[in-house]
């Protein structure tokens, strides 16, 4: 039970300033990354016209992802289809790492989410601000009256901790609850079961939320 | 674990890293395998097309020519009718005549031997009844 609030750093010195790194979700992190590369090296190694298997999986993914991003954003789809695509496998992969033994979630550190939600929220603004210029961008926050500013502003940046938490806190949730029912049946029976919602079906979806999040933050930003 | 620190930026390199590495290894191919795939498939789409429509063509001549082979040969069928009709009539009516032509002959020959035999039969006849007479009679008639 202990387990849950140990964190595993590496605490270094650069340019003689401390630096702590979370250990563990780095490592999980480099884990979820390999693993990743790999499935893309097997998927197109061999692109044949009947396709195997990771090759049919790599195909769905890519090709039901581009039609999503195209739908949703139209002709600015194809420049915002590899940052959600990656953005989905990134979390999917890091979601699904809880269900094998002795590896854990790097979306179960706030670091992961935080940092994902906050790339999303920097591409929504960037493209935003490309898409309709410095004046109509900030023009926007002053809508529909001047004082609503700040509101405005908290409004967007709420974005971001309610789509950071909302990942950390569902996968941190739910290993805790495993660890919980494990600690409470003294780990005589493994509660696969809960491993396969949490990790399987929560981990999709909130994987899925991210992403459609992220995409729909881009499409209100770019909006005329 | 709520503990934000530097962790976040190597996770920045991390996902930035992750999206290049995916973006060459995994998108790009895969997207130009599915156009190419596409571009493929619609190439033999439009040359199914392309030849359905000739079969389309092949068949609605055919049907065509069949339908035109149809009516000439009711034409044909009916003209072929129509003559032999003609032909069997002309052959029954030259049959009627000729059988008239005999029987009128044979009628005739009949009268002519039916008179030869009635003068026969008058001169037996007669020459009868004067040997009969002269019997009768005891002397020449």
Redesign the interface.
Known sequence: MED??R?SQWVVTVAGRS????AT??LM??V??AG??G???A??RW?R?VPGPV?AA??LL??GF?DLVNDTLGKLGPRY???I???F??ILVSNWLGMIPFLEE?T?????T???G??GFVVAHVSAVRAKGWKAYLAQYFQPVFIMFPLNVIGELAKVVSISFRLYGNI?GGSIIILVVSDLVRQLVLPPVLQAFFGFFIGTVQAFVFAMLTLTYISVAVQE | ????????????V??L???F???R???K???R??DE?RE?TEGRRQAAEQRDAQAEAVWADYQEKIQQARVEADRIRSDLIRRAEAERQKIVEAAAAEAEKNVAQLRARIQAEARDALAVLEKDARALAGGIAERILGRSV
Do not use: H
């Open positions: 849950i609030t964190i630096v702590t790194l979370n979700t780095l992190s480099w979820v990354m990743l590369v499935f893309a090296v998927a197109t692109p016209a090759q790599g195909e890519v090709e581009r289809f590899s940052f695509l990656s953005l496998v990134f790097p179960k550190d706030l670091n992961t935080l940092i994902l906050i790339v941190m | 674990m709520i503990n934000i620190n530097e962790t976040l930026i190597i996770q920045l991390n996902f890293l992750l999206m590495l995916l973006n290894l995994l998108f191919p895969m997207l395998v599915l795939r493929r």
